[in-house]
Each structure stands twice: as structure tokens, then as C-alpha cells.
Nanobody, 122 residues
Framework: QVQVVESGGGLVQAGGSLRLSCAAS????????MGWYRQAPGNQRELVAT???????NVAGSAKGRFTISRDNAKNTVYLQMNSLKPEDTAVYYC????????????????WGQGTQVTVSS
């Protein structure tokens, strides 16, 4: 079993900052890509940023220049530093980790967290 748990969401004023964390745990052999997605009410879930095991990042256009993704491979953890937040960033933020297990070391499956709410007030 693999568990993915996000933390760090909350309420912040426009222009403020938040740092989200996501830790993967359980019977993990290896983690490939990790990433952050978000879903606002009435909208589809959308990509925010991803990072490979080697540190290559992909940041969505709406987040470029404001959000930074990073990871600590030793801790199976990924972070999202969000600066200059806008009301339109309000959403539930989900973490995804592509993990292989001890029982199946060479096949990667996506595991999602439960999400953490980020609310930006104007």
C-alpha cells in the first residue's frame, strides 16, 4: 500500500504566499514523477507543476514565475512554494506520485492524495 498525504493549505490574502508539502509513504520501491494539480469548483482538475526524479520541472503557464516545485528524494516528499497568490488560485490542490512497489518494482502507478484546500481572498 502507498499513501500520499498533502499539507500546508489554508486561507491567505491576495499577494501572499503558501508552501504545500506532500509525502508519499508505504511499500515504495521507487518514485518517478511527482506533481501538483488543482481543481476549482465547477472546473476540471488541471496541472500546476510536475518534477521528475532527476529534478526536471514543468510548470503550467498560469503558475510560471510565481510557483516553484521542488522535491526531496530521500524523504519521498514534494513541495510547492506559491508566491504572489491570486484569488483565481483558489482550489483544492492534489498531489500525485508515480510509484513502484516492493512487490512490483518496475511498474509505476499513480497515487493521489486527498487534497488540501487553498483559498485566496481579495
Amino acid at each position: 500500500q502507498v499513501q500520499v498525504v498533502e499539507s500546508g493549505g489554508g486561507l491567505v490574502q491576495a499577494g501572499g504566499s503558501l508552501r504545500l508539502s506532500c509525502a508519499a509513504s508505504g511499500s515504495i520501491f521507487s518514485i518517478n514523477d511527482m506533481g501538483w494539480y488543482r481543481q476549482a469548483p465547477g472546473n476540471q482538475r488541471e496541472l500546476v507543476a510536475t518534477i521528475s526524479r532527476g529534478g526536471l520541472t514543468n510548470v503550467a503557464g498560469s503558475a510560471k514565475g510565481r510557483f516553484t516545485i521542488s522535491r526531496d528524494n530521500a524523504k519521498n516528499t514534494v513541495y510547492l512554494q506559491m508566491n504572489s497568490l491570486k484569488p483565481e488560485d483558489t482550489a483544492v490542490y492534489y498531489c500525485k506520485a508515480e510509484c513502484s512497489s516492493q512487490r512490483n518494482r518496475f511498474t509505476y502507478y499513480p497515487y493521489w492524495g486527498q487534497g488540501t484546500q487553498v483559498t485566496v481572498s481579495s
